[in-house]
């Protein structure tokens, strides 16, 4: 497309304002930091690859050939609508009926889809169960893969590198940093997400949640446990729900 011959193109100015606006955008939140509270490398320079994505979007919006407020709004369903919440009713139905958790088991895209969450991202489910034999904990080594219908978009420390790389050399070190310790005679199973496929870890019930309801069993579950770098604990007597 030509551009405005009274409005020239600068490319410098366009690239400063792109990384000034990706570098606001990319300053964790007090909560967000809490939420991330985990000992790993951050990176203070935008990478390039957010650079080159603002870039894109900026340019994208300008040719006005996508809507920013629709953007948003996208951005903002995935992160605050649907978030881990949907994860959380799966496992909590899993947990409370024992022909739902097989139907999970066998075929994960068609059980979690008969609870209504379906889309991109969440095309081609695997569900792995831990056991008192086996943890399992999901990755993707090469980008950020992760079920979005299910667990909304991936918290920071999943996309780092320091998370992706070390999580498959010593999967038990990277367990302990996030307050998880596995016994030596428990099996840890690490999965590579990709394109094709997302795998959401159904965690163990808690001792002590026999009398629950599934609305109470979805609310203990917690996105890290679904990730299996977390595990999910019986609620505090006395706490407030
Ligand atoms: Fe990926």
């Known amino acids: 497309m030509a551009e405005n011959e009274n409005q020239p193109f600068d490319r410098r100015g366009f690239l400063k304002t792109a990384a000034a606006s990706t570098a606001a955008a990319t300053v964790p939140t007090t909560a967000q930091s809490k939420d991330d509270d985990h000992d790993h490398d951050h990176q203070d ?29 996208l951005v903002d369903t995935f992160e605050h609508k649907i978030g881990p919440r ?41 569900v792995v169960e831990n056991s008192p034999t086996v943890h399992h904990m999901v990755v993707c080594t090469l980008c950020s893969c992760y079920p979005w219908p299910t667990l909304g978009l991936p918290p920071v420390w999943y996309k780092s590198a320091s998370y992706r790389s070390r999580v498959v050399i010593d999967p038990r070190s990277v367990l302990k940093e996030f307050g998880v310790e596995i016994p030596d005679n428990v099996e840890v199973r690490v999965w590579d997400s990709t ?39 019986p609620p505090v007597q006395g706490a407030t729900p």
């Open 195 to 233: 394109a094709e496929i997302r795998y959401l870890v159904l965690p163990e019930r808690p001792a002590g949640t026999e009398s629950m309801s599934e609305e109470a069993l979805a609310a203990i579950v917690t996105r890290d446990s679904m990730i299996g770098t977390g595990k999910v604990l």
């Open 45 to 73: 320079v935008p990478s390039d690859q957010a650079l080159r994505v603002k870039a894109l979007e900026t340019l994208l919006v300008e040719k006005g050939l996508v809507d920013r407020p629709a953007l948003d709004a």
């Open 86 to 126: 949907n994860g959380a009713r799966v496992v909590a139905k899993a947990w409370s009926d024992p022909a739902y958790k097989q139907r999970l088991l066998t075929d994960a895209n068609k059980a979690i889809a008969e609870m209504g969450y379906t889309g991109q991202q969440g095309e081609h489910m695997v």
